[in-house]
């Protein structure tokens, strides 16, 4: 199982970034996917997740109505929507995504079983 994020790179406060999520060797369906982040030093962070098809998504509350979580079921991706990015929001992000994880535990990283490479986001002031 592969999960291949992209879409990251350097943007201006205040503007807007896509990341994409392609897995492959597994339908991710109907798993728990997510996105966390992480900077030097400090432990990886929840962003967000859709805990199954059908249910809504959760979000880390320094996120709330900038970050949109959602995936493409036909494509077997998820993506993360990121408007009005700060500083702060600068870190490199992971996709995630967890067949097994429970409804309570969409924002531990343990929850998850499969996880992309990575994509760096860079926000400057």
């Known amino acids: 199982v592969q999960l291949q994020a992209s879409g990251g790179g350097l943007v201006q406060a205040g503007g807007s970034l896509t990341l994409s999520c392609a897995a492959s060797?597994?339908?991710?369906?109907?798993?728990?996917v997510g996105w966390f982040r992480q900077t030097p030093g400090k432990e990886r962070a929840f962003v967000a997740a859709?805990?199954?098809?059908?249910?809504?998504?959760d979000y880390a509350d320094s996120v709330k109505g900038r970050f949109t979580i959602f995936r493409d079921n036909a494509k077997n991706s998820l993506y993360l929507q990121m408007n009005n990015l700060k500083p702060e929001d600068t870190a490199v992000y992971y996709c995630?995504?967890?067949?097994?994880?429970?409804?309570?535990?969409?924002?531990?990283?343990?929850?998850?079983?499969?996880w992309g490479q990575g994509t760096l986001v860079t926000v400057s002031s």
């Open positions: 995630a995504a967890g067949p097994s994880a429970i409804r309570s535990s969409v924002a531990s990283p343990s929850a998850y079983r499969y």
């Open positions: 859709l805990f199954r098809t059908g249910y809504g998504p």
């Open positions: 060797g597994r339908t991710v369906s109907r798993d728990t």
